[in-house]
């Protein structure tokens, strides 16, 4: 057992690294096609070296065997959030080709409805591979928030800083941690959050319409996370119990 273990945990370094690999390879990309400043290649290697050490240690925790089709379409996406927040990091030395940010970010996102899918249809559906998905997605969330901030204002970053603000909360309030029903409203409003950022962010609509736009996308994310607090509040009893 000891030798299959660490022939098992062999093949998931090889996925890690090989995904540590295509983030390098992203960034040597976008800094020879657009010339990716010092902010941007220093946060790109960041993330990559962030994204390689979490998941490499829980992966080694989980024992997750093998590692999946659908996790290796979030690590594809993963690689892609990279891009875009080197992207975003160096908009703040020089304006960012909007058509690359778009065309990573749309692909990024086209992905979140391809990884779930894959999963099931293969049966390798997991915890650590919903949470892979979930960190994934929140993060581009909070990247794209920051960029479209520095257009429309501050107030942008309320949806990006949601959901860890959620997360900071719960390890105060332990209720919080309890588990939600599946809901589409929910899984909508977090999708509709991605979209709304991107055409706000790709600039082609008019800064009144771009503003409205993303404050009733923040609204809903209100509305939804409201929703989920108050049926946690009320069912806390029971999961204490």
């Known amino acids: 057992m000891a030798?299959?273990?660490t022939y098992d945990m062999r093949l998931l370094r090889h996925e890690t690294t090989a995904g540590a690999?295509?983030?390098?390879?992203?960034?040597?990309?976008?800094?020879t096609a657009i010339g990716l400043g010092p902010a941007g290649w220093l946060t790109g290697l960041a993330f990559g070296v962030a994204t390689w050490a979490v998941l490499t240690r829980a992966l080694r925790r989980s024992w997750l065997q093998p590692f999946g089709a659908a996790n290796r379409v979030t690590l594809a996406r993963a690689t892609l959030v990279g891009g875009v927040t080197a992207l975003v990091a160096d908009s703040f030395e020089s304006p960012p080709p909007v058509t690359v940010l778009v065309a990573l970010t749309s692909v990024a996102?086209?992905?979140?409805?391809?990884?779930g899918k894959v999963a099931r249809r293969t049966g390798t559906s997991s915890a650590l591979g919903a949470r892979f998905d979930m960190e994934v997605d929140a993060f581009l969330i909070l990247v794209l928030s920051v960029y479209v901030a520095m257009s429309l204002g501050?107030?942008?970053?309320?949806?990006?800083a949601m959901r860890y603000a959620f997360v900071a909360a719960?390890?105060?309030l332990p209720w919080l941690n309890g588990a939600l029903p599946p809901s589409t409203a929910r899984k909508t409003v977090a999708a509709l959050q991605g979209i709304v950022l991107l055409v706000a962010g790709a600039g082609i609509l008019p800064l009144l319409s771009a503003f409205a736009t993303v404050l009733s996308a923040l609204m809903l994310l209100m509305w939804s996370f409201g929703r989920d607090i108050?049926?946690?509040?009320?069912v806390r009893d029971h999961q204490r119990a």
Do not use: S
């Open 3 to 5: 030798l299959n273990n």
């Open 21 to 31: 690999g295509a983030q390098l390879l992203l960034l040597a990309l976008l800094g």
């Open 230 to 234: 108050r049926w946690l509040w009320r």
């Open 154 to 160: 501050p107030w942008v970053l309320l949806i990006g």
């Open 109 to 115: 996102l086209i992905l979140d409805a391809v990884d």
């Open 170 to 172: 719960a390890r105060v």
